[in-house]
T-cell receptor, first 112, second 111 residues
Framework: IAGITQAPTSQILAAGRRMTLRCTQD?????MYWYRQDLGLGLRLIHY???????GKGEVPDGYSVSRANTDDFPLTLASAVPSQTSVYFC???????????FGPGTRLTVL | GQNIDQPTEMTATEGAIVQINCTYQ??????LFWYQQHAGEAPTFLSY????GLEEKGRFSSFLSRSKGYSYLLLKELQMKDSASYLC????????????FGTGTKLQVIP
Protein backbone atom coordinates (compact mmCIF):
# COMPACT_ATOMS: atom_id res chain seq x y z
CA ILE A 1 0.00 0.00 0.00
CA ALA A 2 1.09 3.55 -0.52
CA GLY A 3 -0.07 6.37 1.70
CA ILE A 4 -2.95 6.02 4.09
CA THR A 5 -5.89 3.65 3.94
CA GLN A 6 -9.16 3.41 5.83
CA ALA A 7 -11.72 0.67 6.26
CA PRO A 8 -14.57 0.26 5.80
CA THR A 9 -15.41 2.67 2.99
CA SER A 10 -18.92 3.01 4.29
CA GLN A 11 -21.04 1.46 7.01
CA ILE A 12 -24.62 1.55 8.23
CA LEU A 13 -24.80 0.84 11.93
CA ALA A 14 -27.63 0.39 14.42
CA ALA A 15 -27.60 2.72 17.39
CA GLY A 16 -26.00 1.16 20.44
CA ARG A 17 -23.63 -1.04 18.47
CA ARG A 18 -19.87 -0.94 18.82
CA MET A 19 -17.81 -0.04 15.76
CA THR A 20 -14.10 0.30 14.99
CA LEU A 21 -12.89 2.33 12.06
CA ARG A 22 -9.47 1.25 10.84
CA CYS A 23 -6.64 3.45 9.63
CA THR A 24 -3.21 2.35 8.39
CA GLN A 25 -0.34 4.37 6.97
CA ASP A 26 2.94 3.23 5.47
CA UNK A 27 4.77 6.56 5.46
CA UNK A 28 6.30 6.03 8.90
CA UNK A 29 4.68 9.22 10.11
CA UNK A 30 4.76 9.72 13.85
CA UNK A 31 1.62 11.85 14.08
CA MET A 32 -1.87 10.60 13.25
CA TYR A 33 -5.31 12.17 13.55
CA TRP A 34 -8.98 11.39 13.34
CA TYR A 35 -11.43 14.00 12.04
CA ARG A 36 -15.13 14.02 11.38
CA GLN A 37 -16.59 16.17 8.64
CA ASP A 38 -20.16 17.37 8.78
CA LEU A 39 -21.97 19.72 6.42
CA GLY A 40 -21.54 23.31 7.52
CA LEU A 41 -19.14 22.45 10.32
CA GLY A 42 -15.97 21.55 8.47
CA LEU A 43 -13.36 19.12 9.70
CA ARG A 44 -13.23 18.69 13.47
CA LEU A 45 -10.46 16.86 15.29
CA ILE A 46 -11.64 13.92 17.41
CA HIS A 47 -8.39 12.41 18.69
CA TYR A 48 -4.75 12.58 17.77
CA UNK A 49 -1.50 10.75 18.45
CA UNK A 50 1.92 12.37 18.34
CA UNK A 51 3.76 9.05 18.40
CA UNK A 52 3.16 5.37 19.01
CA UNK A 53 1.99 4.74 22.56
CA UNK A 54 0.52 8.20 23.11
CA UNK A 55 -2.90 9.66 22.32
CA GLY A 56 -4.74 12.87 23.09
CA LYS A 57 -8.19 14.41 22.87
CA GLY A 58 -9.12 16.82 20.15
CA GLU A 59 -12.07 19.13 19.78
CA VAL A 60 -14.91 16.54 19.85
CA PRO A 61 -13.66 13.40 21.66
CA ASP A 62 -16.82 12.34 23.53
CA GLY A 63 -18.13 8.92 22.49
CA TYR A 64 -14.88 7.96 20.76
CA SER A 65 -11.69 6.22 21.81
CA VAL A 66 -8.41 5.51 20.05
CA SER A 67 -5.28 3.45 20.53
CA ARG A 68 -1.82 3.62 18.98
CA ALA A 69 -0.06 0.33 19.55
CA ASN A 70 2.39 0.88 16.69
CA THR A 71 3.42 3.56 14.18
CA ASP A 72 1.25 2.36 11.32
CA ASP A 73 -2.20 1.80 12.84
CA PHE A 74 -4.60 4.19 14.52
CA PRO A 75 -8.07 2.67 15.02
CA LEU A 76 -11.05 4.74 16.14
CA THR A 77 -13.74 3.03 18.24
CA LEU A 78 -17.32 4.05 18.87
CA ALA A 79 -18.26 2.12 22.01
CA SER A 80 -22.01 2.63 21.64
CA ALA A 81 -22.95 4.45 18.46
CA VAL A 82 -25.56 7.22 18.44
CA PRO A 83 -27.26 8.90 15.44
CA SER A 84 -25.30 12.15 16.02
CA GLN A 85 -22.17 10.22 15.11
CA THR A 86 -23.40 9.91 11.54
CA SER A 87 -20.62 11.61 9.60
CA VAL A 88 -17.70 11.16 7.25
CA TYR A 89 -14.58 10.19 9.16
CA PHE A 90 -11.11 11.01 7.89
CA CYS A 91 -7.87 9.67 9.23
CA UNK A 92 -4.71 11.68 8.55
CA UNK A 93 -1.00 11.49 9.28
CA UNK A 94 1.97 13.83 9.25
CA UNK A 95 5.64 13.93 10.16
CA UNK A 96 6.81 15.63 13.36
CA UNK A 97 6.78 19.09 11.79
CA UNK A 98 3.16 18.59 10.74
CA UNK A 99 3.48 20.98 7.82
CA UNK A 100 1.40 18.73 5.59
CA UNK A 101 -1.25 16.27 6.63
CA UNK A 102 -2.02 13.33 4.37
CA PHE A 103 -5.62 12.21 4.49
CA GLY A 104 -7.13 8.79 3.97
CA PRO A 105 -10.10 8.34 1.62
CA GLY A 106 -12.64 8.53 4.45
CA THR A 107 -15.31 6.32 5.98
CA ARG A 108 -18.94 7.29 5.56
CA LEU A 109 -20.78 6.16 8.69
CA THR A 110 -24.53 6.20 9.15
CA VAL A 111 -25.99 5.43 12.57
CA LEU A 112 -29.70 4.63 12.58
CA GLY B 1 -9.93 29.45 21.00
CA GLN B 2 -9.79 29.86 17.26
CA ASN B 3 -12.16 31.39 14.76
CA ILE B 4 -11.75 31.01 11.01
CA ASP B 5 -13.92 32.75 8.43
CA GLN B 6 -14.05 32.17 4.71
CA PRO B 7 -16.81 32.68 2.14
CA THR B 8 -19.20 29.78 1.76
CA GLU B 9 -19.39 29.76 -2.02
CA MET B 10 -17.78 31.45 -5.02
CA THR B 11 -18.23 31.21 -8.77
CA ALA B 12 -15.58 32.04 -11.35
CA THR B 13 -15.09 31.62 -15.07
CA GLU B 14 -12.73 29.17 -16.72
CA GLY B 15 -9.41 30.87 -17.56
CA ALA B 16 -9.94 33.65 -15.03
CA ILE B 17 -8.28 34.39 -11.67
CA VAL B 18 -10.04 33.93 -8.35
CA GLN B 19 -9.02 34.93 -4.84
CA ILE B 20 -10.40 33.07 -1.82
CA ASN B 21 -10.01 34.96 1.44
CA CYS B 22 -9.60 33.62 4.93
CA THR B 23 -9.52 35.58 8.17
CA TYR B 24 -8.66 34.04 11.49
CA GLN B 25 -8.33 34.75 15.17
CA UNK B 26 -6.07 32.51 17.19
CA UNK B 27 -3.80 32.45 20.18
CA UNK B 28 -0.27 31.34 19.43
CA UNK B 29 -0.29 31.29 15.63
CA UNK B 30 1.97 28.60 14.18
CA UNK B 31 1.10 28.33 10.49
CA LEU B 32 -1.73 28.50 7.99
CA PHE B 33 -2.66 25.83 5.48
CA TRP B 34 -4.83 25.58 2.40
CA TYR B 35 -6.33 22.27 1.34
CA GLN B 36 -8.38 21.35 -1.72
CA GLN B 37 -11.25 18.92 -1.41
CA HIS B 38 -13.21 17.61 -4.36
CA ALA B 39 -16.74 16.41 -3.62
CA GLY B 40 -16.72 12.96 -2.05
CA GLU B 41 -12.96 12.87 -1.74
CA ALA B 42 -10.32 13.49 0.91
CA PRO B 43 -8.64 16.88 1.39
CA THR B 44 -5.28 17.30 -0.31
CA PHE B 45 -2.57 19.73 0.73
CA LEU B 46 -2.03 22.87 -1.34
CA SER B 47 0.11 25.27 0.66
CA TYR B 48 1.62 26.23 3.98
CA UNK B 49 2.49 29.75 5.18
CA UNK B 50 4.13 30.59 8.46
CA UNK B 51 5.82 33.90 7.52
CA UNK B 52 4.23 36.96 5.97
CA GLY B 53 4.24 37.12 2.21
CA LEU B 54 3.35 35.24 -0.90
CA GLU B 55 4.12 31.60 -1.62
CA GLU B 56 3.75 30.61 -5.26
CA LYS B 57 3.32 27.09 -6.52
CA GLY B 58 2.37 26.82 -10.16
CA ARG B 59 -1.12 28.19 -10.77
CA PHE B 60 -1.77 28.47 -7.03
CA SER B 61 -0.41 31.12 -4.67
CA SER B 62 -1.07 31.71 -1.00
CA PHE B 63 -0.57 34.94 0.92
CA LEU B 64 -0.33 35.53 4.65
CA SER B 65 -0.45 38.62 6.84
CA ARG B 66 -0.03 37.61 10.45
CA SER B 67 -0.63 41.12 11.82
CA LYS B 68 -4.00 41.25 10.06
CA GLY B 69 -4.97 37.63 10.68
CA TYR B 70 -5.55 37.29 6.97
CA SER B 71 -4.70 34.92 4.17
CA TYR B 72 -5.81 34.38 0.63
CA LEU B 73 -5.48 31.62 -1.94
CA LEU B 74 -5.08 32.81 -5.51
CA LEU B 75 -5.93 30.47 -8.36
CA LYS B 76 -4.84 31.55 -11.84
CA GLU B 77 -5.87 30.25 -15.27
CA LEU B 78 -8.85 28.50 -13.77
CA GLN B 79 -9.72 25.07 -15.09
CA MET B 80 -12.95 23.14 -14.72
CA LYS B 81 -11.13 20.63 -12.50
CA ASP B 82 -10.51 23.42 -9.98
CA SER B 83 -14.17 23.19 -8.98
CA ALA B 84 -13.82 22.01 -5.38
CA SER B 85 -13.97 23.18 -1.79
CA TYR B 86 -10.95 25.06 -0.48
CA LEU B 87 -10.26 24.70 3.22
CA CYS B 88 -8.32 27.25 5.23
CA UNK B 89 -6.72 25.80 8.37
CA UNK B 90 -4.74 27.40 11.17
CA UNK B 91 -2.24 25.74 13.47
CA UNK B 92 -1.79 27.04 16.97
CA UNK B 93 1.18 26.42 19.19
CA UNK B 94 0.63 23.93 21.93
CA UNK B 95 1.38 20.46 23.10
CA UNK B 96 0.32 18.87 19.85
CA UNK B 97 -0.18 19.71 16.22
CA UNK B 98 -3.49 21.45 16.78
CA UNK B 99 -4.89 22.42 13.42
CA UNK B 100 -8.33 23.99 13.18
CA PHE B 101 -10.13 23.93 9.85
CA GLY B 102 -12.53 26.50 8.49
CA THR B 103 -15.80 25.32 6.97
CA GLY B 104 -14.43 25.73 3.45
CA THR B 105 -15.23 27.73 0.33
CA LYS B 106 -17.00 25.86 -2.43
CA LEU B 107 -15.69 27.12 -5.76
CA GLN B 108 -17.61 26.51 -8.95
CA VAL B 109 -15.79 27.11 -12.21
CA ILE B 110 -18.11 27.78 -15.12
CA PRO B 111 -17.32 27.74 -18.85
Amino acid sequence: IAGITQAPTSQILAAGRRMTLRCTQDMRHNAMYWYRQDLGLGLRLIHYSNTAGTTGKGEVPDGYSVSRANTDDFPLTLASAVPSQTSVYFCASSDEQGNEQFFGPGTRLTVL
Amino acid sequence: GQNIDQPTEMTATEGAIVQINCTYQTSGFNGLFWYQQHAGEAPTFLSYNVLDGLEEKGRFSSFLSRSKGYSYLLLKELQMKDSASYLCAVRSSGGYQKVTFGTGTKLQVIP
